[in-house]
T-cell receptor, first 114, second 119 residues
Framework: AQKITQTQPGMFVQEKEAVTLDCTYD???????LFWYKQPSSGEMIFLIY??????QNATEGRYSLNFQKARKSANLVISASQLGDSAMYFC???????????FGQGTILTVHP | EAGVTQFPSHSVIEKGQTVTLRCDPI?????LYWYRRVMGKEIKFLLH????????ESGMPNNRFLAERTGGTYSTLKVQPAELEDSGVYFC?????????????????FGEGSWLTVV
């Protein structure tokens, strides 16, 4: 079974600073995918970034990067130059390889202060 | 291209009543998933359709929940009779089906969720 752990219930960051949201995972699969989603107060789930287990380079999407350490089974999200609009709940998720079912972590609430 | 759409966005019903949630996936997406997040807990998988077939319904909490996807297009999730613990947000998601499993960065797109409150 797959398991995702986000140990930070809440994080605070100053506007324009960088912040790292932690995610560790556990799986016996050799091939898997890791996702980060953002859920603002409006409720929708917004896809941020994806990392495949065989990808050699860390994924980057604009201000988002994924610090993937396979041996440590961690997939931390780094947000650079935080903006007020980044305040939201952030979920880390793992996808099983065949049918795409996602297992989510508990989420981290990020608050960006001006 | 339209995203995943869900209806209703919010619903307040009394315990014992029935509610039907609808999801329209992105056109051409054979995979359709239902997830649920009850207050204060993580998002949990409910079930997965590939076209009109239920691929995995291991997450359905009990037989008060019934999901259908007639014709392999939109899906409905019916809760009958609703209980207080069913309150939460129900997400629908869709993705392409490659036929050989998901590869690469195949993304799973979520709808905005249907917020259900049972009183």
């Amino acid at each position: 079974a797959q398991k995702i752990t986000q140990t930070q219930p809440g994080m605070f960051v100053q506007e324009k600073e960088a912040v790292t949201l932690d995610c560790t995972y556990d799986t016996s699969d050799q091939s898997y995918g890791l996702f980060w989603y953002k859920q603002p107060s409006s409720g929708e789930m917004i896809f941020l970034i994806y990392q495949g287990s065989y990808d050699e380079q860390n994924a980057t999407e604009g201000r988002y990067s994924l610090n993937f350490q396979k041996a440590r089974k961690s997939a931390n999200l780094v947000i650079s130059a935080s903006q007020l609009g980044d305040s939201a709940m952030y979920f880390c998720a793992m996808r099983e390889v065949i049918y795409g079912k996602l297992t989510f972590g508990q989420g981290t609430i990020l608050t960006v202060h001006p | 291209e339209a995203g995943v759409t869900q209806f209703p966005s919010h619903s307040v019903i009394e315990k014992g009543q029935t509610v039907t949630l609808r999801c329209d996936p992105i056109s051409g997406h054979d995979n359709l998933y239902w997830y649920r997040r009850v207050m204060g807990k993580e998002i949990k998988f409910l079930l997965h359709f590939v076209k009109e077939s239920k691929q995995d319904e291991s997450g359905m909490p009990n037989n008060r929940f019934l999901a259908e996807r007639t014709g392999g297009t939109y899906s409905t999730l019916k809760v009958q009779p609703a209980e207080l613990e069913d309150s939460g947000v129900y997400f629908c998601a869709s993705s392409h089906w490659t036929g050989q499993g998901l590869v690469g960065g195949n993304t799973i797109y979520f709808g905005e969720g249907s917020w259900l409150t049972v009183v």
